[in-house]
Nanobody, 124 residues
């Protein structure tokens, strides 16, 4: 089972960009579907994006389509979330997660390993 550590969060003005990284331990990273989620204060956790093992298939929530890009580098055991044109409503704690199942993409409950989260704050 992998362990996940997110980084790259911070404070940015609306319209700006951030790139989140999620480093995974373990030699089986490439066998996992990886996802990004976010949770704002007082709200449920939202499914943001997902990517399959080889990176050829992706999923995006409607709210981030055209602004966020998920990618992965299996040689570096890392998944990324490039976030452009950020809006105040993107403010949340962002989590990466791993699912040991086939592409569908996985449903949120199918992710069985989670990182600790990284805070993203977008000021207006």
């Amino acid at each position: 089972q992998v362990q996940l550590v997110e980084s790259g969060g911070g404070l940015v003005q609306a319209g700006g960009s951030l790139r989140l990284s999620c480093a995974a331990s373990g030699r089986t990273f490439s066998s996992y579907v990886m996802g990004w989620f976010r949770q704002a204060p007082g709200k449920e956790r939202d499914y943001v994006a997902a990517i399959n093992w080889g990176g050829g298939r992706t999923y995006y929530a409607d709210s981030v389509k055209g602004r966020f890009i998920i990618s992965r580098d299996n040689a570096k055991n890392t998944v990324y979330l490039q976030m452009d044109s950020l809006k105040p409503e993107d403010t949340a704690v962002y989590y990466c997660a791993a699912a040991s199942k086939g592409w569908g993409p996985p449903q949120p409950y199918e992710y069985n390993t989670w990182g600790q989260g990284t805070q993203v704050t977008v000021s207006s």
